[in-house]
């Protein structure tokens, strides 16, 4: 199999479309594979992604794609008639695979909200014969009720009892993403009711895992004359993991591919015969475009599709270029996964930022590494594989083609979590690293322990005093044995000499700042309030020495580890800008000049 990646218009919009292809036995049957929403999208990708391949491995070409205003497609969520802009890419999508591959039917399958537009661009008449719809609402405010629902758990993560600034954009906030008023209300008043169009259809109805399905979707499906089956569509909560522990749905695929491929009469009339399609289907084919022209309101970028080919993987990436008669800077900004999330970046985050620098004349790569995003790599890429050497020697590798193949010289490197890991790291070893930013480090060298003791101290910390104690004693636990659990996990803490364990390497540290220091990179520490990592810095004596004059450390206040709520976004967009405009100072020659920090954050420098 073979993966093909390409831009495709749909309206105004440019959408980004990965195609997986098989090498033989070739099916006129098509599969759009129709993207959920947001933090289900994020965590989804990777499982969907194999999805894709398993379909393609079965003979059916399937496409991916990002709907308008998310992930790497143009557009936001601010933009007027989103939610039309979506049903719209459904048809677009599935004329696309056809123009690429030469399939002549194609099947939709939606996960959540692409469940909803797949069955509502079907229902108006868009070309699509199958449909296999899991974890589908019968009406938008169904799905309004879960998603806030997950809004409201999600901002335990940074709610401390203090008030927090107002939201500075009306609106749903998501897990990190917008949904603008209107678009809320075409959700809200969006019901999947009387389906006059889905006649001669066949639909399948996945549920989530046990989850029964919504009972007014199959009674609307029913009377709409389609033949409708229903199964359990195992792994659904697997699959929406976080995203280095989603699972793809390997038995639902296979639910899936037999499906598809069971013969219905009306169906086999419509295809071509199987010889005519493998000899025929590749000269049919259109070729895919692998730049597109983003309008960012009031300015034009271009981004490309950039792979590096290496011989046994392919790291992918998006190239971000300022139009035409734009000075270009000499340097380029590299925006490192955060986790395993894909390459778009927390939120959203690293899209919007390289085209913002893009329209100053500054390029970028946004990459996925091995085993993230659209890379090649193992399917569940787990915790401990984000904090190997190889990372970092995979950036250096990008740098190394974008040398050769971009002509730049100077880096900086963004990263958030694991890729201020590997941005800290790259900043050590290569003195091409001009620049970098870590936002929310976790730690700095790999210890597959330190969670664990972060988080039994976090919990004896909770158990300060006697009051505390005498509670757990009168619940049933003997006294002793609480005092004996007790001075056990304190033991824990201490080195088999007696010293208190350290969670940062000192010896380790003082290498790291001391190479940085020789390679006169400009390091900036983001943390918001509550990481660990910077406490234990304090604690342990391991914040950047006086010797280190370009390391800073910058603290906000509790926005979530991945900055979700909106005003931290905000908060994080400004302080990127203002370090890049340090970056783009000093490598103009220029004196440095202190630059304004937002109210939120508090500079130590």
Not at 233 to 260: C, D, K, N, Q, R
Not at 331 to 338: D, E, G, K, P, S
Not at 468 to 479: K, M
Not at 485 to 511: C, Y
Request: glycine share 10%; aromatic share 6%; hydrophobic share 40%.
């Amino acid at each position: 199999m073979n993966t093909r990646h390409g831009w495709f218009h749909s309206g105004p919009y440019s959408l980004i479309g990965h195609i997986d292809l098989p090498e033989t036995q070739w099916q006129s049957l098509g599969a759009l594979i129709v993207p959920p929403f947001g933090w289900e999208d994020i965590s989804s990708y990777r499982p969907l992604r194999f999805l894709g391949k398993a379909l393609a491995a079965s003979g059916i070409p399937a496409l991916r794609f990002d709907l308008p205003g998310t992930a790497d497609s143009s557009g936001s969520a601010l933009d007027g008639g989103l939610f039309e802009a979506w049903i719209q890419s459904v048809w677009d999508a599935a004329a696309e695979l056809r123009a690429v591959t030469g399939v002549v039917d194609v099947a939709a399958v939606g996960i959540r909200l692409g469940a909803m537009l797949a069955v509502s661009a079907a229902d108006r008449g868009a070309n699509l014969q199958d449909l296999v719809l899991w974890g589908a609402a019968a009406s938008g405010r169904a799905m309004l009720r879960e998603l806030r629902a997950f809004g409201n758990l999600e901002r335990i993560e940074y709610a401390n009892g203090e008030s927090v600034p107002e939201q500075p954009i009306p609106g749903l906030e998501i897990g990190g993403f917008l949904i603008a008023p209107e678009t809320q209300n075409a959700l809200e008043t969006y019901e999947l009711t009387a389906l006059s169009g889905m006649r001669g259809r066949r639909a399948l109805l996945l549920t989530r895992d046990e989850l029964a399905p919504d009972a007014n979707l199959i009674g609307a499906l029913q009377s709409s004359e389609c033949t409708l089956e229903i199964e359990t569509g195992s792994g659904y909560a697997a699959m929406m993991g976080l995203p280095h522990e989603a699972v793809p749905p390997a038995a639902t695929a296979h639910l899936i591919v037999e499906f598809l491929k069971k013969e219905l009469p009306q169906k086999r009339e419509r295809q071509l015969r199987q010889e005519e399609l493998a000899t025929g289907l590749m000269q049919r084919s259109k070729a895919q475009s692998t730049t597109a022209v983003i309008d960012t309101g009031g300015a034009q970028v271009s981004e490309t599709i950039y792979t590096i080919q290496q011989p046994d993987h392919s790291l992918f990436g998006i190239l971000s270029e300022p139009g035409p008669r734009v000075d270009l800077a000499e340097w380029c900004i590299l925006f490192l996964n955060a986790g395993a999330v894909r390459h778009t970046g927390p939120n959203r985050m690293w899209v919007e930022a390289a085209r913002r620098w893009a329209k100053q004349g500054v390029r970028s790569l946004r990459l996925d590494l091995g085993g993230i995003g659209e890379s090649d790599g193992e399917e569940i890429i787990g915790t401990e594989s984000l904090y190997q050497d190889r990372m970092v020697d995979q950036v250096e590798m990008a740098m190394d083609s974008l040398r050769s193949r971009v002509g730049v010289q100077r880096f900086v490197a963004i990263g958030l979590c694991s890729g201020a890991f590997w941005a800290f790291h790259a900043a050590v070893r290569n003195r091409d690293i001009c620049a970098a930013i870590l936002l929310n480090p976790r730690l700095f060298f790999w210890d597959p322990e330190v969670d664990r003791r972060r988080l039994l101290r976090r919990t004896l910390n909770r158990v300060t005093n006697w009051r505390d104690w005498s509670r757990l004693a009168q619940g049933g636990v003997p006294f002793e044995k609480v005092k004996q659990v007790g001075r056990i996990a304190l033991g824990k803490f201490q080195t088999p000499d007696g010293s208190r364990h350290l969670q940062i390497q000192p010896e380790a540290m003082a290498r790291a700042w001391a190479a940085i220091e020789r390679n006169q990179s400009r390091v900036t520490l983001i943390f918001t309030e509550g990481e660990p990592l910077v406490r234990e810095m304090e604690e342990e004596g391991q914040m950047p020495p006086p010797s280190c004059s370009r390391v800073g450390c910058i603290r906000v206040g509790n926005g979530g580890h991945t900055f979700r709520p909106l005003w931290a976004q905000q908060l994080a967009h400004e302080l990127i800008d203002n370090e890049l405009r340090e970056v783009q100072r000093e490598l103009r020659g220029t004196p440095i000049m202190k630059t304004g920090k937002s109210d939120a954050a508090i500079a130590e420098r």
